[in-house]
């Protein structure tokens, strides 16, 4: 028992002796032929962008009044007298763009440096920052030991007038046991000796 293949044309399906009318593919039956790439684009942009339907929306209008960067580089409008854009239209917007990208890189770049030195400055603070606590620190606790210092040698200073005082209260009272000696040496002498002094 033998089995026959069936053989299949391109579509997939069996080929049998009944000529199907295949569908041809490519656009949808509702777009012309006819129809310019700008409006499909622009169908396209309005499924993907609901919001881009709406008057002040300017993201895909190359018109020269647009104030945008089409404006600046002089986009041409592709879709003028309702033709396709040309190779050479794809190719000056696809330089545009590639102008754009590039001045935002630069502009990017320009703020990456930016940013490592605010980085570096940052850290160039925080070491200044540091070596101004360290110092602080060490003044404060020099300043504490200085008032140690100054607290004891005023205990010592009320010390030393204390003996100060004492010392002169014993120099009066030593000065007048010595006025009081002198006088008596003097008054024995003249009683006793008569001996003048």
Not at 33 to 43: E, G, N, Q, R, W
Not at 95 to 115: D, P, T, W, Y
Not at 151 to 167: C, F, I, N, T
Request: proline residues 4%; contains cysteine; charged residues 30%.
């Amino acid at each position: 028992m033998t089995r026959k293949r069936k053989y299949r044309n391109s579509s997939g399906s069996a080929s049998g002796k009944v000529n199907k009318l295949t569908k041809p593919r490519g656009p949808s039956e509702d777009i012309e032929a006819s129809t310019p790439v700008s409006d499909i684009l622009s169908k396209a942009s309005a499924v993907l962008f609901p919001d881009s339907n709406s008057p002040d929306d300017n993201t895909f209008d190359l018109t020269p009044g647009n104030n945008s960067y089409c404006k600046q580089i002089n986009f041409p409008n592709m879709a003028d007298g309702g033709c396709e854009p040309k190779n050479k239209d794809l190719l000056d917007c696809m330089n545009a763009l590639g102008f754009i990208i590039g001045s935002m890189e630069r502009k990017l770049s320009v703020l990456e440096n930016l940013e490592s030195k605010v980085m570096d400055f940052d850290k160039e603070l925080k070491k200044i920052w540091l070596a101004l606590d360290d110092r602080i620190k060490r003044t404060d606790a020099r300043v504490i030991s200085l008032e140690e210092r100054v607290e004891s040698a005023d205990v010592g200073a009320a010390h030393m007038a204390e003996k100060v005082a004492m010392l002169e209260k014993q120099r009066e009272e030593l000065r007048d046991d010595v006025a009081y000696l002198k006088s008596q040496s003097m008054r024995n002498n003249l009683v006793f000796t008569n001996i003048k002094e």
